[in-house]
């Protein structure tokens, strides 16, 4: 058995072995008999639609002795809430803001984040008891920005679809879920999600530290729906260190839902830990339920979800009609697409709706399909960025090797 100590230690003199999920994943299914002495660190993450995401900003919105008390803010046009600190007389307000709350139909609290993290100016409207504030903040005038989780790498999701013939709204479609049993929306990340690979929390723990959103952050706890058979976490990290790519805003036909992404480098210490880390996609169940009574009518695996080819979008721009109105970009939950500059990898999320919105199939992906009671039904939303968190589990192993991210916030096992 090794130490954190022991695997800091290779890490530091350059002689760890890292892996990614994905590579691991790989040289298991390539028959490789691996075992704790030949991985030392594997990479695992996640990232899709989080509706348990917000943020707790200290927001300078006046000099001080301006107002006495902000009753009640928008940033961007989301309503946040004041406090808990009144921060009386201060011209300073503390706010919580949910990664769900709306600004509209197509604006909420995680596209705020995202502009936030780019940096972008941020219009602040204050209310007191006798008159309104408006102001400008970038997130240089936050002095404390973090997000926190209240239920991260959400370990057993459901796919859901629609039995009744009219259409349903809901967070789990863009345009609403069309039934009869015409479509089903899925999520979770499968066989990388840091939780289906360490089960029995030998490495994920209370002070864990992690990657949110590409941010170095911590484990705090168990998320507010966490159960042994349904495990997630919450988590806390800083704003000013997050990547744009890995977070954001989605929007549903019930509004708009917040993306947010966790890395977590797993040291493995022993054989126990390797037996967990082989589970792949074929063995994670993946129940199917109507969204109507949430009854679960079959279930299918995440092999249906992550082991076909081409689950990419890909835009052929010389297919394109030119319509009046682009029904792709219009569908969109990211904004990524655009049918003069196609699709922008920076937001997104690969979860395929463009697909079936454009008439001329300019835009073409494996979007895959899951047997339900014998029938096929096709998959037609995503909320799950698999390749976005691979892309993240990459830049954990980079970190983990040029030691710029280390296990000393779990401490010697
Ligand atoms: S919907 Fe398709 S064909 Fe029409 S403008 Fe958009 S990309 Fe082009
Ligand atoms: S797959 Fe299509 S609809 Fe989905 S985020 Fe990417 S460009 Fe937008």
């Known amino acids: 058995m090794k130490t954190i100590r022991e695997i800091d230690a290779k890490i530091r003199n350059g002689s760890a072995v890292v892996y990614t999920a994905a590579e691991f994943k790989r040289l298991v299914r390539e028959g490789a008999e691996v075992t704790a002495a030949d991985v030392d660190v594997v990479t695992t993450g996640t990232c899709g639609v989080m509706s348990g995401t917000a943020a707790i900003l200290s927001v300078p919105v006046a000099a001080p002795g301006e107002f006495e008390r902000a009753e009640r803010v928008w940033l961007n046009g989301v309503p946040c809430m004041p406090g808990p600190c009144p921060n009386e007389r201060l011209g300073l307000v503390d706010l919580i803001v949910s990664g769900t709350a709306h600004a509209g139909a197509g604006y909420g609290g995680g596209h705020l ?3 936030i993290v780019e940096g972008r100016e941020i219009e602040v409207l204050a209310e ?17 920005a973090r997000i926190f989780t209240t239920r991260s790498a959400y370990k057993n999701y459901t796919a859901y679809l629609n039995t009744r013939p009219t259409r349903v709204t809901t967070i789990f479609s863009v345009t609403g879920l069309e039934g009869p049993c015409r479509e089903v929306s899925v999520s979770g990340c499968g066989e990388i999600n840091p939780l289906e690979n360490d089960p029995a929390r030998f490495a994920i723990r209370d002070g864990t530290p992690v990657l949110l959103n590409g941010s170095a952050g911590l484990v705090t706890g168990e998320g507010t729906r966490s159960t042994p058979s349904r495990p997630n976490l919450t988590v806390i990290a800083d704003m000013a260190g997050m990547q744009p790519r890995y977070m954001g805003g989605f929007k ?21 830990q390797v037996a967990a880390l082989r589970v792949l996609d074929e063995e994670i169940p993946l129940p199917v339920a109507d969204i109507n009574t949430r009854t679960v009518l079959d279930t299918a695996t995440y092999a249906d979800l992550w082991q076909r080819p ?39 999320l690969a979860c395929t709706a463009c697909l079936a919105a454009c008439p001329n199939d300019a835009l073409e992906a494996g979007e895959g399909s899951i047997r339900v009671r014998g029938r096929k039904v096709p998959i037609t ?3 799950s960025g698999r390749t976005l968190a691979e892309d993240l589990c990459r830049d954990l192993k980079e970190m983990v090797l040029d030691f710029r991210f280390t296990f000393t916030g779990g401490g010697e096992r």
Do not use: K, M, N
């Open 113 to 115: 984040f995202r502009d």
């Open 128 to 144: 007191a008891a006798d008159r309104s504030i408006e102001t400008r903040v970038t997130i240089d005038d936050l002095a404390y």
């Open 252 to 272: 549903t036909s019930a509004g708009p839902e917040c993306i947010t992404s966790l890395g977590v480098a797993i040291p493995v210490l022993d054989d126990r």
């Open 310 to 348: 081409d689950r990419e979008p890909t835009y052929h721009p010389e297919w394109c009609e030119e319509c009046s109105a682009c029904a792709a970009a219009a569908i969109c939950p990211t904004g990524a697409f655009d049918r003069e500059t196609g699709i922008d990898r920076d937001r997104c």
């Open 381 to 383: 939303l995503r909320q």
